[in-house]
């Protein structure tokens, strides 16, 4: 009898994006003629940079012909692009992460959901509260919790995002062993400070702990004061990976290309508490389960590197983070509390009332869809996240229905 993971059944079914799908098709289809706007959806909306369609053309050219036709590539992804990660997203930034120490994949969806499988069973883990759902179902597939309990699974440790510490918790009072962080962050657009990641590494140092640091939005940084890269902090080399990717950077969401940072002096212990690399664990794991991304795609993501990639790149971020500006003044202006939007394309809004109960109120009232902070976790309840991602006609006609609710909001 072939018989199934019996962790599944543990997953809490996800509602979130599936009861928005429903509530919004139930809404068109009763009003045909409404122009519902959609704030809520977290993928870009603008195309690829100039420079990477030029790439990814010549790319796909060269499979084309017997001379430069290419299989198989190196399962970490190729040279000219590790070398131009290594160099450009790193070493400029004064951090001497080298090409070998670069782990290309085909997102950092996959990369942190799949980084779990290196540990043992039984370690502790924490994960922010409100999160990016994949850190959490993951390691409940792997069996790493109890049940699902008042919004929350037994035996993960949950670290609060909360207007009293800024959306930045602080390293819990227990000991963990594995903990993820992701800022700047989704869903509440927060960002650390280089003495709050200075905080968690040496909180990491002190317990012999890992940080598992998702970045996929460093290119919304604008604050030079705050770190890109937790490798920024002295000391995260021996105790972080770093995950990035071009999907929010470079509108990649559907070319799919994304990266891993794992430096060989993370120091990881076996059951005998003898010292492990996690670099080579992880070189063997995307070895044997990974085939590359494909060449044409590698060609377009090395060309964000290229300056007028840059310059591509920056722009297209400039018009998401003007998109964030106007939403955030705006949601202000009407009194609700903000935070995001700055140095990310994510606002995060005090609703000072139940999460859904505010989504089906905008809704109804000025067809527009956010997403109800509580779908990301207990912390979440009270907020909604408007994402920046979306044309800015549709941005100025969505904050203006908003804004002609005042008095009842
Ligand atoms: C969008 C996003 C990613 C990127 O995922 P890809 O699989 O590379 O498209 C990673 N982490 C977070 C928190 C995200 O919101």
């Not at 940072?261 to 044997?288: F, Q």
Request: some cysteine; proline content about 5%; charged content about 25%.
């Amino acid at each position: 009898m072939i018989r199934v993971n019996p962790h599944y059944s543990k997953l809490a079914a996800s509602y979130l994006f599936s009861t928005i799908a429903k509530k919004v098709k139930e809404y068109q289809d009763s009003h045909p003629e409404a122009n519902i706007i959609r704030m809520g959806i977290g993928d870009v909306t603008l195309p690829l940079p100039k420079a990477c369609i030029q790439a990814f053309h010549e790319g796909v050219e060269e499979m084309a012909s017997e001379k430069t036709f290419k299989g198989y590539g190196p399962e970490q992804g190729y040279p000219f692009l590790r070398e131009a990660i290594a160099t450009h997203d790193f070493q400029t930034r004064g951090i001497s992460i080298q090409a070998d120490e670069i782990f290309v994949s085909d997102g950092a969806k996959c990369d942190t959901g799949n980084f779990q499988e290196l540990f043992a069973q039984d370690i502790r883990i924490a994960v922010p509260d409100p999160v990016y759902p994949v850190y959490v179902d993951t390691n409940v597939m792997a069996g790493r919790t109890g049940s699902f309990q008042n919004h929350r699974y037994e035996g993960l440790v949950y670290l609060e995002s909360t207007e009293e510490n800024g959306f930045v918790p602080s390293p819990p009072k227990e000991e963990v062993d594995l903990i993820y962080l992701c800022f700047p962050n989704n869903p509440t657009g927060a960002v650390a400070s280089r003495a709050q990641l200075e905080e968690w590494v040496e909180y990491a140092h002190r317990h012999h702990a890992l940080i598992l640091f998702d970045a996929a939005y460093e290119a919304y940084i604008r604050d030079p004061s705050i770190p890109h890269s937790i490798y920024e902090v002295s000391g995260a080399e021996e105790v972080s990976v770093e995950f990035r990717s071009y999907s929010k950077t470079a509108g990649f969401t559907g070319t799919r290309c994304a990266y891993t940072v794992v430096p060989k002096k993370v120091k990881v212990y076996d059951e005998g508490g003898r010292v492990v690399s996690l670099r080579d664990m992880w070189n063997r794991r995307h070895t044997t389960k990974f085939n590359g991304v494909s060449y044409p795609v590698q060609k377009a993501a090395a060309a964000i590197y290229t300056e007028e990639g840059k310059r591509q790149v920056q722009a297209n971020i400039d018009y998401y983070l003007e998109n964030a500006r106007i939403i955030r003044e705006r949601m202000n202006s009407l009194g609700f509390p903000c935070t995001g939007g700055d140095n990310s394309p994510y606002i995060w809004v005090k609703t000072g009332q139940d999460s859904w109960s505010f989504f089906d109120f905008l809704l109804g009232k000025a067809q527009v869809v956010v997403t109800p902070g509580s779908g990301f976790g207990r912390c979440g309840e009270g907020y909604i996240r408007i994402s920046a991602y979306n044309s800015r006609q549709n941005v100025l006609e969505a904050m203006e229905r908003i804004s002609r609710l005042k008095g009842s909001l």
